[in-house]
């Protein structure tokens, strides 16, 4: 049977767009993560600030930790730009409204999510070390390794990324009416206990402390998402 060009030809241009739309992100992630590679000393030296100098233990540890480290940071700095592709994709198929409604969401999610980051270097970093080096004594000395340490950072990291997309999240669950104030209210212990487990299955290690350190934020972000929506959208 003599296939129907009419309806097979929107599937061709949407996965040559798809084609497209991929092979961009991955060459501008490939540039980026280039780029970042020539910086690669002066991330790690940042990142290493909390915990001071760091070893590797085997000779192929730091070229590969190096290459992580690129691609990792060659992301975050060409994230606008992925999201940018994302939205150039599906945006012919949104209504005109949606369209509106997605070129203000996603800008405020990227600025979110970059403060989430900094919010976890500055703040929640240096307390965790600060808190594991407090176990050495005389006879029991730190010493981290390049590899394990910089897991360490990123696996505490990035879930601060998207805990602080939390107010984004209720605030567009509210939106569209999926959610209320006073469901959220009532919800309060739920979500203590939902931040808790959530810390326990992000967290790098096992320890209340790491836990809490993430569950905690979680809440307050909730408390202020409870504030944006009951005394700021309902005036």
């Known amino acids: 049977m003599k296939p129907d060009v009419q309806t097979e030809q929107p599937l061709r241009d949407h996965l040559q767009e798809f084609r497209k739309r991929l092979i961009i992100c991955l060459v501008v992630v490939a540039i980026a993560a280039l780029a970042c590679y020539n910086y690669v000393d002066d ?17 192929s540890e730091v070229f590969f930790t190096y290459m992580e ?59 965790a070390v600060t808190f594991f080096m407090g176990f050495a004594t005389q006879t029991l000395q730190p010493m981290f390794s390049l590899e394990s340490y910089l897991s360490f950072i990123l696996a505490l990291t990035l879930p601060f990324g998207f805990i602080f997309e939390l107010p984004l999240i209720v605030v567009f669950l509210v939106k569209i009416g999926l959610v209320t104030g006073d469901f959220l209210k009532g919800k309060r212990k739920i979500l203590i206990v939902i931040a808790f487990i959530f810390a326990a299955v992000v967290s790098p290690t096992t320890d209340i402390f790491t836990q809490t350190m993430i569950a905690v934020p979680l809440i307050v972000l909730y408390e202020i998402s409870l504030f944006i929506v009951c005394k700021v959208m309902h005036k």
Do not use: C, D
């Open 43 to 59: 991330i790690i030296a940042l990142l290493s600030g909390p915990a001071g100098k760091l070893y590797f233990m085997n000779p």
């Open 69 to 127: 480290i690129a691609l990792y940071a060659g992301t975050l700095f060409t994230l606008p730009v992925l999201l940018y592709e994302v939205w150039a994709f599906v945006a012919p198929a949104l209504w005109p409204e949606e369209r509106r409604a997605v070129l203000v969401i996603l800008p405020t999610a990227v600025i979110l999510f970059y403060v989430g980051l900094v919010f976890a270097y500055y703040l929640v970093i240096p307390a």
